[in-house]
Each structure stands twice: as C-alpha cells, then as structure tokens.
C-alpha cells in the first residue's frame, strides 16, 4: 500500500525521496509524488503511474531543498490521478502532508471545513488533515506542534503521516496511528519511512515509532512525543540488514531472485531453530511447555498467501500434534464472533505483521484473553509487537509483490513447530521427530533441483499461458498448494485459476472442462490413499480432454503417462512435499507472467502489504 518517505539533512533532498520511493515500489502504486521545502515555500510535483513519470517532470523542472516528504499512492478514496496524489496541501500551500492508511471520517471532516469556507482540490482523505492543521493554526495554536496535537485528536482511522511546513524550514514531522512508520538515523541527518528497505542505503539504525507516538525531527535533534504531547524516550535498534538485502542481486526480478533464495531460507530456519540431536529448538518462543500441555486448541487466522500457509499448518498440526485446529481468514474471523477462549491458542501468520485484518482478528483474541503466537517475517512490526511469542521466519526482504519465500518459511515454521508441540504433548515420538527432521533438511537440495529444472517448467509455461483460465487440484497436505498455485498464476499472469481440492471437482468445476482448459494436478507419491484418489481425479479430467500438467515424483512414470506435460519434482516426505511442490508452481506462473509480459513485481492493483481493511 502507500509509501511514505522523508528526509531532512543537509544533502539535496529530492534523489534521496526518489531512492526511497524506488525501494518502496514493492508495496504496490499508482500515482507518485514530492514536496520539498525551499526558500521559504513548499515546492510540489505529483504524477500519476510509474515513478519514472515522476522522474521525468523532475528532470524537467527540479526541485530543490534539504527537507521534504515523499509518496507513493496506492488509489482508496479517489481514482488515480495528479490531483488525488501525495503531497496534500492546506489551501494557502503553507503545509504539506502524505499519508499512508484510512482517515474513517474524512467526510464529516470535510463537510466541517467546507462550512468554514474551504474549497477541496482533491478527492481524497488524505487532505482533509493539511486543512484541520491550518483550523487550528488560525484558531490561534501558538505553534505546528500543538496544531497538529489538536488536528490529530480529531482524525479516526488508521493512518501514518509525513508532514511538512514552510513556516518551520529545518523540520519534518512523523505520525505513526495504525499504519507503520520507521525513523532511519544517518550521518547528520534523518529519513521517515513506511518500512526498513527505503533507508537501507542511508541509515544503519532505526526508530520504530509506535500507535499514538509522533516525532519532531531536526537534522541535530529528534523529539518523540505521545500523540497527548508528552515526551516519550526512543528506543533506537540497530538493522542486521545489508542494503544488498533490499536490491535484485543480477536476478531479472525480486520475485526470481525471492524464489532462488528459498533453499537458504529454509537452511537458515533449520540452522536456527534444530538442536545437535536433530529435535526442535524453540525454547525461546516464549510459550512453555507446560502451556503447550494444556492447551486444548488452535485458531489460525492470516489473509492470503499466509492463509495457504495456515490451511497446511491446521493439516500439519492436527496430524502431530493431537489438537483439534481451526484457521479463518482474518477479513471473517474479526467479524463473526468466533467462540474462542483462554485454552485456544491463535496463530496469526504474516510476512510483514501490518495486515489490517490480521492484526483485527489478533487484538480481537487479546480481548478474549487468548495467547498469540505470530509467524512473522518482520521484526520491530505491529504484529510482532502485539504477540505473546513470535516464531521469525527470517527471510530478509520480500519485496517482489507475489509471496514466495515467505510462503514456504511460513510453511517451515509450522513443520519446526508441529514437532516441538507434537514432542511435548506425547503425541509425536522422537524417533518420529528425527525423521521429520532430517527430512526438512534434504528439502532445500530438492528445492535447488526444481530451480535446475526451471527451464522445462519454462517451457510448460509458454505452451499453455495463453488460456483465459487454469485449475489446480492437489489433495491433503497439497491442498493448499493447489490454492496458492493459483493464487500465484492469477496475481502475476492475471489468467483466471482457480484451486481445489481434487475431491471437489466433481462438485462443480468439472463443468469447466474441455480441451482448452490446463489443469494443474499435484499427484506426488504419499504413503497414504490420497495418491491413487489424485490418480483417479486425474482420470475424470482426462476423460473430459482437459489439458493435463502433472506435478510428479522423479521416475513416476504412471502419473506421466495421463499427463500431456509433467513438471517432475524430487521425493520428499508427504508432509514436507508442499514445501518443494509449490516452487514448481511459483515457476510455473512466473514463466507464464513472463510469456505475457506483465509487470512481475509490481502486478496491477496488488499492494505488498494491505494497512487497510
Ligand atoms: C500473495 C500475497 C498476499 C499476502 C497477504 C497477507 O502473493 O502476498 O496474499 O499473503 O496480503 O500479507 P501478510 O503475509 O503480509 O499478512
């Protein structure tokens, strides 16, 4: 969703916004825009589209100045256009404003101040908070700070603020209410951010400021105070990051370069989180494990990709560990009143820990006196921070809109975490654990074969990307890889797909087929009957002339026969099989993006981290 960047130094401000915005381009924009203070005036320039379009009219006409804000905007309140974008103005361009989040009641606010006379250029939210602050100043507020006190207790909603003021040259100031907001601390001077990557470059330690807080920054002196005005004592923390982190490596997109990182991901989850004798390591979760014994339930709440994620862990846990366990998306579970007590464990699972109706359905469990454990891939976020016990996934930077590594950590966390419950609780023997165990391990090498093999994928993928529509079937443990099989392919190649389970299809889409329709099977070997029902799935699809792709085990030569095309994968445990098999889809819909030449990384209308309900 929308990026915010400021700056406030002694180098020309306007490259460094751009950097900023360039970073932050992952979160998903559609119109793109700075201000800069100088000499006495707020400099604007705002476009709509990509950032080069920005680039362009700035090449033309450059703006100059040591201080200023920058933004990306992701269109809510207001179709995408120049004059919806960021900055926002106060009507004598006194102030300047951008804001990532939702101002509720924007249009009471808006009806307030058009009864006192002003007149709105834009359509937006976002500037009814330029106007209140110039109320205010008139009003007679002897200074920004207490104006902007008075204009805040006024706004509902989520938001973050970067704002400037021609009236205070040297300063920038910071609002953090329910949308991140970061201060990265360089050599002499100070950026504003809504996440850690655009400042990667400049600054080496951050500020995350908290709901309710706000900073006053000067190039020599940063005063943080709670939104009430009192002055609160930051906590300053070092970034483990290197700035290479944040940048694409030689790979063609983040989401290739986000993909090939998936074995090191899973090793370096594995190295963390595994003792010398090959069991579980989580004794720092913060949960112990005389909770885990009583512990009568498990709730799973996450939105999208991290709902897959969710959908395996329920399958996973339940299997391990004894527990009866539920999931929910997190845009239901907040509203449908779900009966949960003290003896229900939530899991919120989500890379970046800032997803609105995660966070809702997470504060919502607090309420009803329930322990969160979060999967997360973002330290220092709201989610992390609102959690009882975190399991990080550690995957550094996913900035490729389409979730990818951090899927398959998040399915690692659950695998680590299903043994360490499953151990404690009895339900699970350790020899058992061992052997799940050293099964995670071989995953990451059978991972690398399927990136070895992402030219044959490549070329399944521009023989069938020209479809308007493909289904993905998968049973069990690969249910949910079905789910976000498709999810990948629609996000990135926009061809309508759809998952199922395989035992599904007869119930519906099975009308879809014919012999244009590729459909998708994940039919690697189990141990179980799931494997000869898949088989027998596969059949009713061929008997129909779908186009069949075969997601198969090396040397299955049964499953090949029925496909026209096979995408051949190494064997690996049943329940660790998603983790491999979902690489071969996140290639799958990747090749066929390409073949359609869309835009990988930033798929339209998709925002990396959705603050808003
Ligand atoms: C899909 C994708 C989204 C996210 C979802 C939740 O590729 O990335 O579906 O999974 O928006 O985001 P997080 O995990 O940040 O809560």
């Known amino acids: 969703m929308c990026g915010i960047v400021g700056y406030v130094g002694q180098r020309s401000a306007a ?25 006495g005036r707020i400099a604007v320039c705002r476009r709509v589209g990509r950032l080069v379009r920005l680039e362009e009219a700035l090449a033309e006409t450059p703006l100059e100045g040591h201080v200023g804000v920058g933004h990306t905007r992701w269109a809510t309140h207001g179709e995408p256009s120049e004059i919806n974008a960021h900055p926002h103005l106060d009507s004598e361009g006194r102030i300047a404003v951008v804001h990532n989040g939702i101002i509720e009641n924007f249009s009471e606010l808006r009806a307030e101040l058009q009864a006192k006379g002003h007149r709105f250029v834009s359509e937006t939210d976002t500037e009814v908070v330029p106007r209140l602050i110039e109320e205010e100043r008139r009003r007679g507020a002897p200074t920004l700070i207490v104006a902007l006190i008075r204009a805040l207790a006024r706004l509902r909603g989520a938001f973050a603020l970067g704002i400037v003021c021609a009236d205070e040259p040297d300063a920038l100031y910071a609002v953090r209410e329910g949308s991140p907001l970061i201060i990265g601390l360089g050599e002499n001077e100070t950026f504003i951010a809504s996440d850690v990557p655009a400042v990667l470059r400049h600054a080496r330690r ?98 999208g990709t991290a709902y897959h994620a969710a959908l395996y862990g329920k399958v ?37 820990g800032e997803t609105a109706d995660t966070l809702a359905s997470v504060r919502l469990a607090r309420r009803k006196r329930c322990k969160v454990l979060s999967i997360c ?6 989610l992390a921070r609102e959690s009882d016990a975190v399991f990080f996934t550690n995957c550094g930077p996913e900035i490729g809109v389409a979730s990818t590594k951090a899927y398959t950590a998040q399915l690692t966390a659950f695998v680590l975490l299903a043994a360490h419950i499953g151990l404690i609780r009895e339900e699970l023997d350790p ?44 049973r069990k443990f690969n249910y949910p890889t079905a789910l976000e099989g498709a999810l990948k392919n629609k996000e990135i190649s926009y061809q309508h797909a759809e998952g199922y389970a395989a035992g599904e299809m007869k119930h519906g889409p099975i009308a879809l087929i014919n012999e244009y329709m590729p459909v998708i099977c994940i039919c690697t070997r189990t141990l179980d009957e799931v494997y000869e029902k898949m088989i027998s799935n596969i059949r009713e699809v061929e008997a129909r002339h779908g186009r069949i792709i075969v997601v198969a085990n090396d040397g299955d030569e049964r499953v090949r026969a029925l496909a026209e095309d096979t995408i051949f994968v190494p064997e690996v445990m049943d329940e660790l099989s998603p983790i491999v098999n979902i690489v071969a889809l996140q290639l799958l819909a990747y090749y066929a993006a390409q073949a359609r030449g869309t835009d990988i990384d930033k798929p339209r209308n998709l925002a990396k981290s959705v603050t808003v309900e």
Request: charged fraction near 30%; charge should be negative.
């Open 15 to 39: 490259p460094l916004l751009m950097e900023g915005l360039r970073n932050l381009e992952y979160r998903g924009y559609d119109s793109a825009g700075l201000a800069l203070l100088h000499q």
């Open 206 to 303: 951050v500020i995350y400021l908290r709901d309710g807080e706000m900073a006053v920054i000067r190039a020599d002196r940063i005063e943080i105070r709670r939104l009430d005005g009192t002055v609160v004592q930051p906590e300053i923390r070092e970034i483990d990051l290197q700035p290479e982190a944040a940048e694409r490596a030689g790979f063609e997109t983040f989401m290739l370069k986000e993909i090939h990182e998936q074995p090191r991901v899973i090793r370096g989850l594995v190295r963390d989180h595994v003792d010398a004798e090959g069991r579980p390591k989580l004794d720092d979760l913060g949960l112990s494990s005389d909770y885990f014994q009583i512990l009568r339930r498990v709730m799973i709440v996450s939105c």
């Open 316 to 352: 996973l846990l339940e299997n391990v560990t004894g527990l009866a366990v539920e999931t929910d998306l997190g845009s239901e579970f907040r509203y449908r009143g779900p009966r949960i007590e003290r003896d229900t464990l939530v899991i919120a699972v989500s890379q970046s």
């Open 377 to 382: 891939n973002v330290r220092g976020s709201t």
């Open 431 to 474: 020899t058992r654990v061992t052997e799940l165990i050293a099964g995670l391990r071989a995953v990451p090498d059978a991972i690398h074969y399927v990136l070895d093999r992402k030219d044959s994928i490549r070329a399944i993928a521009y023989k069938h990307h020209d479809g308007p529509s493909s289904l993905y079937l998968g």
